[in-house]
């Protein structure tokens, strides 16, 4: 007679197996007591202050077991403001607070208004850039089988959005790194679902940012780009993390909120730390970087 092989040829009910049962038990004041659950059921439990070190490694762990099932070897990172959106909307934006500084002449917060939503339109062709970066990479890096130079943003709307955007569209897998933040964000309808994960701590969600990366592109935008931007470089400049190619799109933005050639000036950096990144103003012009720096490797 042939014998059938038990579901798990570990011995002991797994950790799943015992979360889902229910056993008969008596209802009593010590089954009811909070101490009786057990510990990896048990939300209050987890959440407690001193579970912080536990809830650190569940944050390392979750996205990077996911990523491995899903076979994702290798990402290009994609930063940029959440604020620079697709040009249609900027421009009715724009139009809005046209009308209403016109209706308030004399209002200078409404002119205030006008001359950001006006700049913030100028910087809309960004949108459009970084999908078209996003879907060349895609398009070109993606065969169905490996997942190489996958496109990976912190998961939120503009910059963010677009460039899972043009990978989504170039029918590439694309991952979304989302945050807890007190004004809520929730993730754009480009990242693919299983690649789209949600962080409590900025510090483990700008790790797995970087953890396959392969290249940081970085388009304008405020203190969480300058954030991720400026970790990344001092990573590369003191050498722990590889080097890689570091692309910032739009020179003119960046040299206008940034002097880099003051910091070799004044001697807080080398000049030589100026070669670790370089601008770029095209889709075509940065993957070519990205390629020539890879192509005697890969």
């Known amino acids: 007679m042939a014998l059938r092989e038990p579901e798990s040829h570990v011995p002991l009910p797994s950790a799943r197996e015992e979360a889902l049962r229910e056993p008969p038990r008596p209802d009593t004041p010590q089954t009811r007591s ?3 659950r057990l510990a990896f059921t048990d939300i209050d439990f987890l959440l407690r202050e001193e579970l912080r070190p536990v809830r650190l490694q569940l944050e390392l762990l979750k996205p990077e077991l996911e990523l491995q099932r899903h076979g994702i070897e290798s990402t290009i990172v994609v930063f940029g403001s959440a604020r620079i959106v697709e040009p249609a909307e900027a421009r009715r934006r724009r139009l809005e607070a046209e009308a209403e500084a016109r209706a308030r002449p004399d209002d ?64 590439a897998p694309t991952i979304g790194h989302n945050i807890v933040l007190p004004q809520e964000q929730a993730p754009n309808a480009w990242v693919t679902p299983e690649l789209c994960f949600r962080f409590h701590y900025f510090a483990l969600r700008k790790m797995h940012l970087l953890t396959r990366a392969r ?35 739009d020179e003119n933005y960046w040299r206008s909120i940034v002097d880099f050639e003051a910091m070799v000036e004044q001697g807080v950096i080398d000049d030589h730390d100026l070669a670790i990144f370089r601008f770029v103003e095209t889709a075509e012009q940065a993957w070519q970087v990205i390629r020539e720096h890879y192509a005697p490797r890969e």
Not at 145 to 154: A, D, K, L, Q, S
């Open 215 to 249: 290249a940081l592109v970085v388009f304008p935008g405020g203190y969480g780009t300058l954030d991720e931007l400026f970790e990344t470089l001092c990573l590369i400049q003191t050498k722990k993390a590889r080097s890689m190619p570091v692309l910032l799109f």
């Open 108 to 171: 200078a917060a409404a002119a205030r208004r006008l001359a950001i939503a006006t700049r913030l339109e100028q910087l809309s062709r960004h949108y459009e850039e970084a999908r078209r970066f996003a879907a060349l990479v895609s398009r070109e890096s993606h065969d169905g089988e490996r997942h190489r130079y996958v496109i990976v943003t912190g998961g939120g709307p503009g910059i963010m959005e677009a460039a899972n955007r043009g990978a989504s569209e170039a029918g």
């Open 34 to 36: 909070p101490s009786y």
